[in-house]
């Protein structure tokens, strides 16, 4: 495996990732290049199809059990806490734009953020949803069912329950993938802004190559079990 070094390791990292090892099966077994986030960072990681791209974002989030290695964010060592405190941890310091948006279907839009506060173990807090929900366009939006939402619109959904417990860490899977160019750049400066407003740091893994431009850092996923590769803009 072949890793070209991306980032400082120092103490300032939000997220470090080492040694991370996965598999499925014997047909599907990765090695990820190390990782390093500092505070208010952004990383876009890039792969094609099948490569791992998830499998990592998983790992990441603690929904994955790695087979080897460590994660630490924010300073917690996520593979040394319990599965009810991983759940907790997550819930307070982990969001995630998933590819497709988990939305409880039968509760409005304002509700399913609620749930979200309610679930993160954060104060129930309508100012916050109304605020996050304006910043992302969508306020008009709050009391409708999330299937009465348009794509777009949906896709701003997500982020709204990524960021709304004001996690330390986003992570965000294909944001973009379904998305034209100008609601691609769109979505991208929303996430930017977002983890901005929020002191958060933000990773997006895509095998979208239209927002290589739009970030500083980029690791590439090439292979499984074979080179990775990154660079720096
Ligand atoms: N539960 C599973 N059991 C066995 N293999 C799996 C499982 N989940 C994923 N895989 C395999 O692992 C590989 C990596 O999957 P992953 O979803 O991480 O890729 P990806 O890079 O995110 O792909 P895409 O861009 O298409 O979403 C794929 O070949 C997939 O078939």
Same mark, same amino acid.
């Given at each position: 495996m072949k890793y070209l070094g991306?980032?400082?390791r120092n103490h300032t990292s939000m997220l470090t990732t080492q040694s991370l090892s996965f598999e499925y099966d014997e047909f599907n077994r990765f090695e990820f290049p190390d990782l390093h986030v500092d505070y208010g960072?952004?990383?876009l990681i890039l792969g094609e199809s099948g490569i791992g791209k998830t499998t990592l974002l998983h790992l990441i989030s603690? /929904? @994955?059990?790695?087979?080897s290695g460590k994660i630490s964010i924010?300073?917690?060592? /996520? @593979?040394e806490l319990s599965e009810k405190h991983l759940d907790a941890f997550r819930g307070a310091n982990i969001g995630i734009v998933f590819q497709r948006p988990h939305f409880i279907h039968s509760l409005t839009l304002g509700e399913n953020l609620a749930m979200i506060q309610y679930l993160g173990k954060k104060s129930a807090d309508p100012i916050r949803i109304?605020?996050?929900l304006e910043g992302l366009g969508i306020l008009s939006k709050i009391n409708f069912h999330p299937n009465l939402l348009s794509q777009g619109e949906q896709q701003?959904?997500?982020i709204a329950l990524a960021v709304i417990n004001q996690p330390k860490l986003i992570l965000a899977d294909e944001p973009t993938a379904?998305?034209?160019d100008k609601n691609c750049i769109k979505v991208i400066e929303l996430l930017k802004s977002q983890t901005k407003r929020n002191h958060a740091s933000l990773i997006i893994i895509t095998h979208d190559q239209?927002?290589?431009s739009e970030f500083e850092k980029s690791i590439v996923l090439q292979s499984k079990l074979e080179s990775f590769e990154s660079k720096v803009h």
């Open positions: 991306l980032t400082h960072s952004d990383l603690g /929904l @994955l059990k790695p087979k924010d300073g917690t060592s /996520l @593979l109304k605020k996050v701003r959904a997500a379904a998305l034209d239209r927002l290589k």
